[in-house]
């Protein structure tokens, strides 16, 4: 029941276009929902979260969509660069002040072509 | 602000001998950091909850003996592989929770560790 799966494992968008990544989870204790960028050989960084109480979020080209009844999120990146390119990860979190555990997705590698 | 390091960032050891990696939070303190495992193109792993001034908390598989954690400080917990082997060999991350005021864990850079 601690599972997050993330899907797809890879994409390729050329520059300009939409990137779009699902996460699925089935713990209806998760309450609080980060996606994280990562690049090789580096940690990674955190993009954007979303707590249930509200559907969608927005932070410059980054978009997140949440459906609580479906237990799904979605990560948009619009407009997409060159640089975008990376490995994305979303995770899930039962504590609102995110101090607990966080349960990450398998990951999306996605290639932006210029 | 909220800048967490680790050292070494990259380390190559013969097996059986045993290495510490640090994570350090620069600019915040933090009673909770947590260590995780990453395989190439893998997720992250946790492996365990690190507490200051208390026992690390294990996640089911991850051997204590193994993978000895110490939170001495607010602001230094250590990951210490004992006689390492082969397989240890993967990329650690840290990441570290603030103390005051609750915010998003935030990661160190990672350590890959190679044992030979």
């Given at each position: 029941?601690?599972?997050?799966?993330?899907?797809?494992?890879?994409l390729?968008?050329?520059?300009?276009?939409?990137s779009?990544?699902?996460?699925?989870?089935?713990?209806?204790?998760?309450?609080?929902?980060?996606?994280?960028?990562?690049?090789?050989?580096?940690?990674?960084?955190?993009?954007?979260?979303?707590?249930?109480?509200?559907?969608?979020?927005?932070?410059?080209?980054?978009?997140?969509?949440?459906?609580?009844?479906?237990?799904?999120?979605?990560?948009?990146?619009?407009?997409?660069?060159?640089?975008?390119s990376?490995?994305y990860?979303?995770?899930?979190?039962?504590?609102?002040?995110?101090?607990?555990?966080?349960?990450?997705?398998?990951?999306?590698r996605v290639l932006?072509?210029? | 602000?909220?800048?967490?390091?680790?050292?070494?960032?990259?380390?190559?050891?013969?097996?059986?001998?045993?290495?510490?990696?640090?994570?350090?939070?620069?600019?915040?303190?933090?009673?909770?950091?947590?260590?995780?495992?990453?395989?190439?193109?893998?997720?992250?792993?946790?492996?365990?909850?690190?507490?200051?001034?208390?026992?690390?908390?294990?996640?089911?598989?991850?051997?204590?003996?193994?993978?000895?954690?110490?939170?001495?400080?607010?602001?230094?917990?250590?990951?210490?592989?004992?006689?390492?082997?082969?397989?240890?060999?993967?990329?650690?991350?840290?990441?570290?929770?603030?103390?005051?005021?609750?915010?998003?864990?935030?990661?160190?850079?990672?350590?890959?560790?190679?044992?030979?």
């Amino acid at each position: 029941q601690q599972q997050v799966k993330q899907s797809p494992q890879s994409l390729i968008v050329q520059k300009g276009g939409i990137s779009i990544i699902n996460c699925a989870y089935e713990n209806t204790a998760f309450d609080y929902f980060p996606w994280y960028q990562q690049f090789p050989g580096k940690g990674p960084a955190l993009l954007i979260a979303i707590r249930p109480d509200v559907s969608e979020k927005k932070e410059g080209r980054f978009t997140i969509s949440f459906n609580k009844s479906a237990k799904q999120f979605s990560l948009h990146i619009m407009d997409s660069q060159p640089g975008d390119s990376a490995t994305y990860f979303c995770a899930a979190s039962p504590d609102k002040a995110a101090g607990n555990k966080l349960t990450f997705g398998g990951g999306t590698r996605v290639l932006v072509k210029p | 602000g909220a800048v967490v390091s680790q050292h070494p960032s990259w380390v190559i050891c013969k097996s059986g001998t045993s290495v510490k990696i640090e994570c350090r939070s620069l600019d915040f303190q933090a009673t909770t950091m947590f260590w995780y495992r990453q395989f190439p193109k893998q997720s992250l792993m946790l492996m365990a909850t690190s507490n200051e001034g208390s026992k690390a908390t294990y996640e089911q598989g991850v051997e204590k003996d193994k993978f000895l954690i110490n939170h001495a400080s607010l602001t230094l917990s250590t990951l210490t592989v004992t006689s390492a082997h082969p397989e240890d060999s993967s990329f650690y991350i840290c990441s570290a929770f603030p103390t005051n005021p609750r915010d998003e864990q935030y990661f160190g850079p990672g350590t890959r560790l190679t044992v030979t």
